[in-house]
């Protein structure tokens, strides 16, 4: 891989490299985004973030909250799979929304960038509700990628304040053992917060990414929408686009 960017802070060390078409940022060793514009998806986790939106036959999303942009790889997705939305990213890092824009190509027309503690957004926001709210926010500690935020009651009560009601939630968590240890599996099932969740995973990584959803949808759907979908559908069949999809357990 070739290095197109070095920059150190502190106890920070910031590379962008380019692998072919693709680019990857690393921070401290830990890859936080990787995205090739000849190629919106990815083959790994950040495919997952946006993949339960396609429990809908056609996702047209309005408004979509992302907390923890890194260099904005799953900004470049919405934007090239979803068409025109109200994506408002959500990054503690300058660093990070630096290179979003130097080297990613994250424009003012995709993304509305706040550079903020997301936690602090949350709690501060006050304007309307999202269709999409999609939580990223990780930090590594050597070389290892784990949450930067507890997933508890608190963080969930936050989160649901600035979702629709019929909104979708997607959470990436660093393995099964974060996501059991969260509050989101109480929080799925008949007369709870959410009717539905699904937990979806990709060979590449160990990470597990917890979608919930205000309806009642089944597994095969997922994969049904996206073979209609033309976009995605080539993907698949060359399995670009590798995913596990399984009912979450509650």
Same mark, same amino acid.
């Given at each position: 891989?070739?290095?197109?960017?070095?920059?150190?802070?502190?106890?920070?060390?910031?590379? =962008?490299?380019?692998?072919?078409?693709?680019?990857?940022?690393?921070?401290?060793?830990?890859?936080?985004?990787?995205?090739?514009?000849?190629?919106?998806?990815?083959?790994?986790?950040?495919?997952?973030?946006?993949?339960?939106?396609?429990?809908?036959?056609?996702?047209?999303?309005?408004?979509?909250?992302?907390?923890?942009?890194?260099?904005?790889?799953?900004?470049?997705?919405?934007?090239?799979?979803?068409?025109?939305?109200?994506?408002?990213?959500?990054?503690?890092?300058?660093?990070?929304?630096?290179?979003?824009?130097?080297?990613?190509?994250?424009?003012?027309?995709?993304?509305?960038?706040?550079?903020?503690?997301?936690?602090?957004?949350?709690?501060?926001?006050?304007?309307?509700?999202?269709?999409?709210?999609?939580?990223?926010?990780?930090?590594?500690?050597?070389?290892?990628?784990?949450?930067?935020?507890?997933?508890?009651?608190?963080?969930?009560?936050?989160?649901?304040? =600035?979702?629709?009601?019929?909104?979708?939630?997607?959470?990436?968590?660093?393995?099964?053992?974060?996501?059991?240890?969260?509050?989101?599996?109480?929080?799925?099932?008949?007369?709870?917060?959410?009717?539905?969740?699904?937990?979806?995973?990709?060979?590449?990584?160990?990470?597990?990414?917890?979608?919930?959803?205000?309806?009642?949808?089944?597994?095969?759907?997922?994969?049904?929408?996206?073979?209609?979908?033309?976009?995605?559908?080539?993907?698949?069949?060359?399995?670009?686009?590798?995913?596990?999809?399984?009912?979450?357990?509650?």
């Amino acid at each position: 891989m070739a290095l197109l960017f070095r920059h150190q802070v502190g106890d920070f060390v910031y590379e =962008v490299r380019s692998a072919g078409s693709s680019r990857r940022l690393y921070t401290n060793g830990v890859l936080h985004s990787q995205y090739s514009g000849r190629h919106p998806v990815t083959g790994s986790v950040w495919d997952l973030l946006w993949l339960p939106l396609f429990f809908d036959a056609a996702p047209r999303p309005q408004r979509v909250l992302l907390l923890g942009v890194g260099a904005g790889a799953t900004i470049r997705q919405l934007s090239a799979l979803l068409g025109p939305c109200q994506i408002v990213g959500v990054e503690i890092d300058p660093i990070h929304l630096e290179i979003a824009r130097d080297f990613f190509g994250v424009t003012p027309e995709m993304a509305t960038l706040h550079q903020a503690n997301a936690l602090d957004f949350v709690q501060r926001y006050r304007g309307p509700r999202f269709d999409v709210v999609i939580d990223d926010l990780f930090t590594g500690r050597a070389a290892q990628p784990h949450r930067a935020l507890a997933f508890d009651e608190g963080w969930l009560k936050r989160l649901r304040r =600035v979702l629709s009601p019929s909104g979708t939630l997607t959470v990436n968590f660093a393995d099964k053992a974060e996501l059991s240890a969260s509050c989101l599996p109480s929080a799925v099932g008949p007369g709870r917060h959410f009717p539905a969740g699904f937990e979806l995973r990709t060979p590449a990584t160990e990470n597990v990414v917890a979608a919930v959803l205000s309806k009642v949808v089944q597994s095969a759907t997922l994969r049904a929408h996206l073979r209609a979908t033309p976009a995605l559908a080539a993907y698949l069949r060359n399995e670009r686009l590798r995913y596990h999809v399984r009912p979450m357990a509650t």
